[in-house]
């Protein structure tokens, strides 16, 4: 039976899906073998959903942990603080938005190869559906054939041949041989008995397995609108779009878990099917079909005894002699009954026909009874699900899981990012209204061009002869230290802001600076300390 098993080999990762441990709700062991009509079986599929449900919740949690410390904690104000946090929200951006276009392109390769094994196997389902409606419609014909019109000829010649006995006692020996026939078509297996329809099972599947391609197709291209739209909102800070992107990174992230148990479980179902998928065969046709039968369609060696030279191909055998004396009858009528009883010909020349037809019908039914044809599409439909079917599900369970840390890392650096933002708005309010330097205010100015409270001595768009033009008259450069109401007698000149810096700074092309009160009573300070500590040493 070793050598059977060469044309099919389940693949290594069946194998390693099937030793994953098989444990039912009552957290009990039970057996790996494919039983899903089992409840424990059925349990155990559905603890691996459960796994991956209490990985959500702990994914969960640990954003709310971190989430609840972020708000916690108090930012520092200092420059030194700003930088570092600002490079770990950019770095998190990229590596998440780098996960996820890894996690999506292996999503549409997952969601390709499973497609092609679903699609492989109800394509043979077809093929084997279609073999074995046709060895049903041969032979019901063929007993159709045998029990309405060689009986309806038979009866018409034996009325012809009442006179000659030895006619009559030959038309009685070909019923014979015709409900020897019939007795031995019945002896054939009854397809329809294993109340299987293949057809009914391939169009459930292929609907199935077109609504998954599907959902996949949208979860992809949802993960990937959501991080291109938070990598926008990042960019152009917007808050609004950060917290709707973070709404929906949450439900993306529930999404992840949840397709990573679907996925997982199937996966682990159909690995333990494809290990052993000729025991659960066998075990559906039991009963129903003989089990040497269906080995022989399993395998199809040529080293095994053929089971249809037994108890199949038997009937077939007795068919092909029954119509071949049959035929060697009728021969002999048309030779020397039809001189004697003109009126038979036409009766006898239609058994011949019948016969011709029904040894026709025997060809295509050996044909399609060879256990190659079946074979081959078992095999393919094997190939189909165990290589391409369950390597596409890990595929799909490897992109779940990367889409789960690729939103736990946007949804850790979003926050971050919002709160960035919220502290650089609030340095903004710090800010004079009325300083021109300041960048709200100079968007306010720009989108109001009518807005004339802003004053300013140079433009930045003019030539340096129109700058020139605006210059006052330069006073005589002096190293003596300035008063503090000369100072603010200078500033209220020109602008009438205390805050603006003074004359001689419009000619350097630059845009003066704007100083806190704060900041000026310390330059004072210091101005009128140096003056007394080095006194006139540096006047002009």
Known sequence: MSSARVDYIAPWWTYWLHNFPHINLRFQPIENSFQPEEE??????????????AGLGLNLLCLAIYLSCLCCCRKDDEEESKKPNSCCVTWSAVTAGLITCVAVGVGFYGNSETNDGVYQLTYSLYNANHTLDGVDSLVTATMGSMKSGLHQHLARLDEIFA???????????????????????????????????LASIADQTANIEYYRWLTYLLILILDLIICLLACLGLAKQSRWLLTTMMVFGVLTLVLSWTSLGADLAIAVGTSDFCIAPDK??????????????????????????????????????????????????????????????????RDLLGI????????????????????????KDYLDAMVG??????????????????????????????????????????????????????????????????????????????????????????????????????????????????????????????????????????????????????GNDFQA
């Open 163 to 197: 006179t000659r006995g030895d006619y009559v006692q030959t038309l009685q020996f070909m019923q014979q041989m015709a409900d020897n026939v019939i007795k031995q078509m019945l002896g054939l297996p009854d397809w329809e008995e294993a109340k299987v329809d």
């Open 352 to 375: 011949q026909h019948l016969l011709n037809s029904s040894e026709a019908s025997l060809h295509q039914l050996t044909a399609l009874l060879d256990c190659r044809g079946l074979n």
């Open 385 to 534: 699900v165990c290589y391409d079917g369950v390597e596409g599900m890990l595929y799909l369970c490897l992109f779940s899981i990367l889409a789960a840390c690729a939103f736990t890392v946007m949804l850790c650096a979003i926050p971050r990012a919002w709160r960035q933002i919220a502290c650089r708005e609030q340095d903004y309010d710090d800010m004079d209204e009325e300083d021109p330097f300041n960048p709200r205010v100079r968007r306010i100015g720009s989108q109001n061009p009518n807005h004339t409270n802003m004053h300013s001595f140079c433009s930045y768009s003019s030539s340096m002869g129109s700058q020139n033009s605006l210059h006052p008259p330069a006073p005589a450069v002096s190293n003596a230290p300035i008063s503090s109401s000369e100072y603010m007698n200078q500033t209220a000149l020109f602008g009438g802001n205390p805050r603006y810096e003074n004359v001689p700074l419009i000619g350097r092309g630059s845009p003066p600076p704007s100083y806190s009160p704060s900041m000026r009573a310390t330059y004072l300070s210091m101005t009128e300390e140096q003056s007394r500590h080095f």
């Open 280 to 345: 659960y065969l066998m075990s559906q046709t039991k009963g129903i079909i003989g089990s040497d039968i269906v080995h022989y369609y399993l395998y199809c060696n040529q080293t095994l005894s053929n089971p249809f030279q037994q108890s199949c191909l038997q009937p077939l055998t007795i068919f092909q002699r029954s119509l071949t004396t049959m035929q060697i009858q009728i021969q002999g009528l048309l030779q020397f009954a039809v001189p004697l009883f003109p009126t038979a010909e």
């Open 40 to 53: 424990n079986y059925q349990q155990s599929l559905i603890f691996l959903g459960c796994v991956a449900a």
